[in-house]
């Protein structure tokens, strides 16, 4: 392997040395904690640092220690994950506390093969962990570092592919040094997120600059090469805001699939093409409804990771009440909106009816 040719301690010295005197302070730093390196980790899975810090800050204040959070109950939990997006890595980390708990005396384990058994623990977390909270020779290799790893080394394999993950690892196990595996792995993630960016490498001020291939070979901004992958589905969506007595019908959604048991408005999706006014005629019959259609109706785009939905979102004002309600659906007074965790597609609906500043 190419990394073999470079002067690895150089890069060990060169990186740890930056880190020490450019860390940014963060609130999962300031103390050695498993349980903080845990939830920080899991938060800042597809999330920016400066999203995570008043997420982070407010969980730590509502469930100070794994005990509080297993103890919680399912929903307070996904209602402080709300707007973090993701939730089942909320759901997941919640699960994963209770078997912390249950089975090992409420201290996070500090053996790989323990530790990721936990529910939602996958190889970057369960490395993040036992490098960070217990300071082990452990790589955590996510984005961030397979970007800077592509770039110093100048490897051309495709990082959205599986395969190169391992790659990636073992390239992370030959660099680590014995002495500060935590600070290591850090500086390595704080690198591709400060310095080493995905459009913009500051190149002039990186710490390993004089050992990077690609800045040497001019090859910067074209790795890591990452094949696109497809566009996301795009998906027809009717949302519905009924409204009774002012209060509105809020759903709980399925307890799998996308947005597994958040709450949601009465939504059906992959409809057909054809006018709109036909749909919600169609809607309110289906459900017995007798109502008013507003015309103001919105329009909106929200894209998920692997789907697009086009939304169309029809206000409907009942004369009288339903005779049935759809499952798992209840009425909630206006003030009471914000109790109940909403993912952020149903958060934009609410806003623009203005359920929401
Ligand atoms: S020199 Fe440039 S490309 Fe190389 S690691 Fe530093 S910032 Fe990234």
């Not at 800077?148 to 599986?162: G, H, M, N, Q, Y």
């Not at 002495?179 to 995905?198: I, K, R, W, Y």
């Not at 809020?250 to 749909?279: C, F, I, Y």
Request: hydrophobic share 40%; charged share 25%; aromatic share 10%.
């Amino acid at each position: 392997m190419e990394i073999i040719q470079q002067d690895i301690p150089h890069i060990q010295n060169s990186l740890l040395g930056w880190y020490n005197a450019n860390k940014r302070d963060l609130p999962w730093r300031r103390h050695s904690n498993a349980y903080y390196t845990l939830v920080s980790e899991i938060m800042l899975q597809q999330t920016k640092v400066a999203t995570v810090i008043p997420y982070f800050e407010r969980f730590i204040s509502r469930f100070p220690t794994v005990y509080d959070l297993a103890a919680a109950n399912d929903d307070e939990v996904v209602k402080l994950w709300e707007g973090l997006g993701y939730y089942s890595r909320a759901r997941n980390l919640h699960a994963a506390v209770k078997e912390v708990v249950a089975i090992y005396g409420g201290q996070i384990p500090n053996r790989k093969t323990e530790i990721s058994k936990l529910k939602g623990i996958g190889p970057y977390t369960t490395g993040a962990v036992l490098s960070i909270a217990y300071n082990q020779k452990v790589p955590a290799v996510d984005g961030n570092v397979m970007r800077v790893f592509s770039r110093i080394f100048a490897l051309e394999d495709d990082i959205a592919k599986p395969a190169t993950r391992k790659k990636m690892e073992e390239v992370a196990e030959l660099l680590i040094p014995d002495h500060s595996p935590g600070d290591f792995n850090q500086a390595l993630m704080e690198l591709g997120a400060t310095v080493c960016t995905p459009k913009s490498p500051q190149c002039l001020f990186c710490p390993v600059n004089d050992s990077c291939l690609a800045y040497e070979k001019g090859l910067e901004k074209v790795l890591p090469i990452k094949k696109k992958a497809r566009a996301p589905e795009k998906i027809s969506i009717m949302m519905y805001a009924v409204t009774f007595n002012r209060k509105l019908l809020v759903v709980k959604r399925p307890a799998s699939g996308l947005l597994a048991n958040m709450w949601s408005l009465p939504t059906e999706d992959r409809m057909e093409e054809m006018p709109h006014l036909q749909q919600v005629e169609e809607y309110c019959e289906i459900n017995g409804y007798s109502a008013k259609i507003s015309k103001d109706i919105y329009y909106f785009d929200h894209i998920f990771s692997h789907r697009h939905w086009k939304i169309v979102l029809i206000p409907i004002e009942l004369d009288q009440p339903p005779e049935f309600l759809p499952k798992r659906s209840i009425w909630v007074e206006q003030h009471a909106i914000s109790d109940f965790a909403f993912p952020k597609v149903y958060l934009k609906a609410l806003e623009q009816l203005g359920y929401r500043n």
